[in-house]
């Protein structure tokens, strides 16, 4: 089963400043046939349920706000806030959807401000 | 509007039994993948079991031979039913919809979620 490992557990930024989340996977999530790679973002506040920022590595979902973007390939994956609002207060999940289930997430970074 | 409603969670005694279900307005369950993802109190998120349109089901090992999935086209609804509960299986469960629609199951929407708790 692949395992996701997520780095940090938790930062304080600064508002304004940029928030840099990583994602590791055990095994490389890239599907050659079609170039994808097989990996979203969830975004999970106090008391509600996670909402979908990425998939496909680093496609915005609709609606989500530009400051937020994905990178990376393979085994390696960033979710970037490049401007902390307060309101991104949050934390922050990765999942991997290459694999027959299960579908492993991250353990989760929690977003504050500093 | 695409929207999920859990109900059925409840508290429970280890060994009881539950069934959650999960409502659907906007689309079709049984035309798309449908999990259900739980969090246990204060820990992250854990996917548990997903039911594809063909019918064919898969589970965590952690609740395999003692949850299972199912459908009701009829009403749009999606179940969860949780046989021989411990302790571990505190947590809220979401129910998700796979997201893309086509099989490559990201999760979207959610729904709010039912809290499940075991214990004596």
């Known amino acids: 089963d692949i395992v996701m490992t997520q780095s940090p557990d938790s930062l304080a930024v600064s508002l304004g400043e940029r928030a840099t989340i990583n994602c590791k996977s055990s095994q490389s999530v890239l599907y050659r046939s079609n170039n994808k790679n097989y990996l979203a973002w969830y975004q999970q506040k106090p008391g509600q349920p996670p909402k979908l920022l990425i998939y496909w590595a680093s496609t915005r979902e609709s609606g989500v706000p530009e400051r937020f973007s994905g990178s990376g390939s393979g085994t390696d994956f960033t979710l970037t806030i490049s401007s902390l609002q307060a309101e991104d207060v949050a934390v922050y999940y990765c999942q991997q959807y290459y694999s027959n289930p299960p579908w492993a997430f991250g353990q989760g970074t929690k977003v504050e401000v500093k | 509007e695409v929207q999920l409603v859990e109900s059925g969670g409840g508290l429970v005694q280890p060994g009881g039994c539950l069934r959650l279900s999960c409502a659907a307005s906007g689309f079709t369950v049984s035309n798309n993948y449908m999990s259900w993802v739980r969090q246990a109190p204060g820990k992250g998120l854990e996917w548990v079991s997903v039911i594809y349109s063909d019918g064919s089901t898969y589970y965590a090992d952690s609740v395999k031979g003692r949850f299972t999935i199912s459908r009701d086209n009829s009403r749009n609804t999606l179940f969860l039913q949780m046989n021989s509960l411990i302790v571990e299986d505190t947590a809220v469960y979401y129910c998700?919809?796979?997201?893309?629609?086509?099989?490559?199951?990201?999760?979207?929407?959610w729904g709010q979620g039912t809290q499940v708790t075991v214990s004596s």
């Open positions: 998700a919809r796979d997201g893309s629609k086509s099989g490559f199951n990201w999760f979207d929407p």
